[in-house]
């Protein structure tokens, strides 16, 4: 009978050694769902309409702002005397493109491309501030609203959306 080394007897006495069963871990209990499971099952589907309504209503907000009362907007157009007709009258025009953004996004009528130009929108505010003002509480909050239209933009599912 051949010399074999240690490694290679012990692999031998291991084979001739009856199987053990592998412990089994406990039978499983059957259990409900956790409660927090399903309720964000029933929200996560109300979630994108939720961005979407919440975006609409603050476009909308600042929109009807801008058109009650413009010549508090104007010192936010830039490169333009704030006491301009010109500058009213862009101020006038934004909010007259905000306005109809958010009721697009609160109907729920185009609401990719409503969310799109949203986007491109809070885009232009938050660079502008940004450039003539700095980083400031107002830029961090836009900056959280584009965030919003990002987000709104992104989602596929819609619920209370009109579709033609």
């Given at each position: 009978m051949p010399r074999r080394n240690r490694m290679a007897r012990a692999a031998a006495r291991a084979a001739e050694r009856p199987a053990v069963p592998a412990p089994q871990a406990p039978a499983a209990v059957a259990s409900k769902p956790h409660p927090?499971?399903?309720?964000?099952?029933?929200?996560?589907?109300?979630?994108?309409?939720?961005?979407?309504?919440?975006?609409?209503?603050?476009?909308?907000?600042?929109?009807?702002?801008?058109?009650?009362?413009?010549?508090?907007?104007?010192?936010?157009?830039?490169?333009?005397?704030?006491?301009?007709h010109l500058a009213i009258a862009l101020v006038l025009a934004h909010g007259w493109a905000l306005s109809v953004l958010g009721v697009a996004l609160c109907l729920g009528v185009a609401t990719r491309l409503a969310a799109a130009l949203s986007?491109?929108?809070?885009?232009?505010?938050?660079?502008?501030?940004?450039?003539?003002?700095?980083?400031?509480?107002?830029?961090?909050?836009?900056?959280?609203?584009?965030?919003?239209?990002?987000?709104?933009?992104?989602?596929?599912?819609?619920?209370?959306?009109l579709r033609g």
């Open positions: 927090r499971g399903q309720v964000m099952d029933r929200i996560q589907p109300w979630a994108p309409a939720v961005a979407r309504v919440a975006l609409g209503l603050v476009l909308l907000w600042f929109g009807i702002h801008e058109l009650i009362q413009p010549s508090l907007w104007t010192g936010y157009v830039p490169a333009i005397p704030s006491t301009s986007a491109l929108a809070l885009l232009e505010i938050v660079i502008s501030l940004s450039l003539t003002g700095g980083v400031t509480d107002i830029v961090a909050r836009d900056l959280g609203v584009f965030g919003l239209a990002v987000a709104v933009l992104a989602s596929d599912q819609q619920r209370l959306a």
